[in-house]
């Protein structure tokens, strides 16, 4: 290596100026979470990686005929779930999301594709959301493949039928869900 231009290399240190601005991004991420699934987990692990601040937020959802869980025991299943992230919190939300967006200061809306039929509810939906808060921008993203076939519905529809929704949900989910609900 001797003479050569890596021996040669002489590093300096010269204070560099950014002239990036200091924003945090904050981002809720939407959804009714009854119950939640591991695709969810999977989704808001991926979310708190890209953002600053990921705030779940679970509609309180009174059109919802039958809720399996109430909105407070979503809260706190998701809570226990995503204690790990320092970055996540879970709050629940009435009306339009882009109010609470606003309240909540939020930049981003995320939410999950998991395949093409997802696609054109959400691309509803984002372009409303942009239509009412065009400062409010939606990002999707996908989960792991091994979820992409998870809906919270079909979780619900396979345990209520004595099917094994195990490794589909966290632990605790299904503990709830066998205690709450036993399959019939
Ligand atoms: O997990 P889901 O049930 O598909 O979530 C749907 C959700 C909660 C994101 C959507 O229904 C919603 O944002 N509801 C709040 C009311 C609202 O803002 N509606 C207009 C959205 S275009």
Redesign the pocket.
């Known amino acids: 290596m001797r003479g050569s231009s890596a021996s040669r290399c002489i590093v300096a240190a010269i204070p560099i100026q950014f002239d990036l601005p200091m924003n945090t991004v904050r981002a809720i991420y939407?959804?009714?979470?009854?119950p939640p699934t591991n695709g969810h987990l999977d989704l808001i692990a991926r979310g708190s990686k890209i953002f600053d601040h990921l705030v779940v937020?679970v509609?309180n959802?009174a059109e919802?005929e039958q809720p399996l869980f109430t909105s407070p025991d979503r809260v706190e299943m998701l809570r226990e779930t995503t204690r790990e992230f320092g970055n996540v919190s879970v709050e629940t939300?009435?009306?339009?999301?882009?109010?609470?967006a606003r309240q909540q200061r939020a930049q981003a809306?995320l939410?999950g594709i998991r395949a093409i039929s997802d696609y054109e509810?959400e691309f509803?939906?984002?372009?409303?959301?942009r239509r009412?808060a065009p400062e409010l921008e939606t990002v999707f993203m996908m989960p792991a493949e091994k979820y992409s076939y998870v809906s919270?519905r079909l979780i619900k529809q396979v345990f209520h039928l004595g099917g094994s929704v195990e490794g589909l949900v966290p632990p605790i989910v299904l503990e709830r869900m066998r205690r709450h609900s036993p399959p019939i």
Not at 124 to 129: I, R
């Open positions: 939407p959804g009714s979470f009854d937020a509609l959802n919802k939300f009435d009306g339009l999301l882009v109010e609470f809306v939410r509810y509803q939906m984002a372009l409303m959301n009412l919270s």
